[in-house]
């Protein structure tokens, strides 16, 4: 049935991409559309075994669209996951169900956990199932959300600050020497009292960065707009 891959970008905002999924005993296979046929090749598989897990995370609302999610992980390396959604609770209910039972059941191969990323089998180029070109379905392909690549490098005020770890991009071609900065905090008030604060320093409200202290990220309502909570340096305030 139809599921939603829920992504996320560099700079943290999630999205969704609709995939059409077929689990088999304990194969998953994913497709951009309903496929033709058994032999039709998918867009990714992942081989379910005793290793994985399923985590209902309940409903949460992205880009103005309700989400029913759910994450398949990986027990021997919880950075390799999942992240999946369902129009409906009912469909995740029964999409957690069918995962769980696959995983109890266990691949025919497969002895217990090994310390292996949760693999999966690029098919593309062959119509073989047992195709063994072993990849990780969270680094190699693009319709799912992939272990953010940030790391710590200061805290300041209660804002924790991060940047980009990685130095090349897929491709093995270097990145600029400006990697993405990533800043997570607390705001302590409303979104309505924050607002309202901002509006009243009028034109002056071009000159934030250099006073910013704290934000984070509320609600993704579409793909440019976000409401956020952010907190400012009080030595630059007007009063």
Known sequence: ???????????????????????????????????????????????????????????????????????????????????????????????????????????????????????????SGSSSRNHQNSIDWTLSSSDVIAPSPWTIFGCQNGLRLFKEAKDRDSGGKKRDDHPAIMAVGVVDGTSEAIFQTLMALGPSRSEWDFCFSKGSVVEHLDGHTDIIHKQLYSDWLPW
Not at 57 to 81: A, C, M, Q, W
Not at 94 to 123: N, T
Request: aromatic share 12%; hydrophobic share 35%.
């Open 1 to 123: 049935g139809w599921l939603y891959l829920i992504r996320c970008n560099r700079f943290g905002l999630q999205f969704s991409r609709k995939r059409y999924f077929v689990l088999d005993h304990h194969l998953l296979r994913s497709f951009k559309s309903v496929p033709n046929s058994d032999d039709q090749d998918p867009v990714r598989s992942a081989i379910m075994d005793s290793c994985i897990r399923v985590m209902d995370n309940g409903r949460e609302s992205i880009n103005r669209k309700v989400f029913f999610i759910f994450t398949l992980y990986n027990t021997s390396n919880h950075n390799d996951r999942l992240k999946l959604g369902a129009s409906r609770p009912e469909e995740a209910a029964r999409w957690i169900q069918c995962f769980h039972e696959a995983s109890l059941k266990g691949a025919p191969e497969d002895i217990g956990c090994s310390k292996r990323k949760w693999q999966s089998y690029s098919l």
